[in-house]
């Protein structure tokens, strides 16, 4: 079983629409939580960090569900540029700290 | 300015050569990975740093060197360059269990 496990998509979803991914991980003792965006081969950029408490932050919400091991990450009211790979990273220690990204949802919001 | 760049971003080679891979990051983050990523594939840790003088290897190190004598440089090298490592390199610099910030991307060609 992978540390960190995603939902490879694509999902396919029409403008206007909600989305939804759910990002599992294994280590108990994780610690922070992240999501990333990746364009077509271009470098991943923060897009939320994940709050116990959850996070929002416009049309985006990140959660964390720490009694079943996953995060997740809604968009709502989605846009033809929300088209990209979402990438969640799980970080725990480990001596030093271990960062484990997830192989990425890809998402495609058409017209 | 501040942050984290990478040089050089295009590079052609042929198989046996030696090739060093620059990153450079202003934030004084204790914390610098190596990643490469191949088409249509997530992130794959080659190494990491915690600190100065402190390297580890991450999931796929064979054939590479690193060396971390300056907080903010974490030079990736090639020993003797295969087909295999035709792929986009990206460093990432961030705090010890907190956000990564990535760099550019080095595309690297081995003919």
């Known amino acids: 079983r992978k540390e960190v496990e995603q939902d490879p998509g694509p999902f396919n979803v029409p403008e206007g629409a909600t989305v939804a991914f759910n990002c599992t991980y294994s280590?108990?003792?994780?610690?922070?939580f992240f999501w990333y965006r990746q364009d077509c081969r271009k470098e991943p950029k923060l897009l939320m960090s994940?709050?116990?408490s959850g996070n929002e932050d416009g049309r985006f919400t990140a959660q964390l569900n720490r009694a079943s091991q996953y995060i997740s990450l809604l968009i709502r009211d989605s846009k033809l540029s929300d088209s990209a790979t979402y990438l969640c990273?799980?970080?725990?220690?480990?001596?030093?700290?271990?960062?484990?990204f997830g192989t990425g949802t890809r998402l495609k919001v058409l017209a | 300015d501040a942050g984290i760049t990478q040089s050089p971003r295009y590079k052609i080679t042929e198989t046996g050569r030696q090739v060093t891979l620059m990153c450079h990051q202003t934030?004084?983050?204790?914390?610098m990975f190596w990643y490469r990523q191949d088409l249509g594939h997530g992130l794959r840790l080659i190494y990491y740093?915690?600190?100065?003088?402190?390297?580890d290897k991450g999931e796929v190190p064979d054939g590479y060197v690193v060396s971390r004598s300056k907080t903010e440089n974490f030079p990736l090298t090639l020993e003797s360059a295969t087909r295999s490592q035709t792929s986009v390199y990206f460093c990432?610099?961030?705090?010890?269990?907190?956000?990564?910030?990535f760099g550019p991307g080095t595309r690297l060609t081995v003919l």
């Open positions: 740093s915690a600190a100065a003088d402190i390297t």
């Open positions: 280590n108990s003792a994780s610690q922070s």
């Open positions: 934030w004084s983050h204790s914390y």
């Open positions: 990432a610099s961030g705090r010890e269990g907190d956000e990564q910030f």
């Open positions: 990273v799980v970080i725990y220690p480990s001596g030093t700290y271990k960062y484990i």
């Open positions: 994940v709050y116990s």
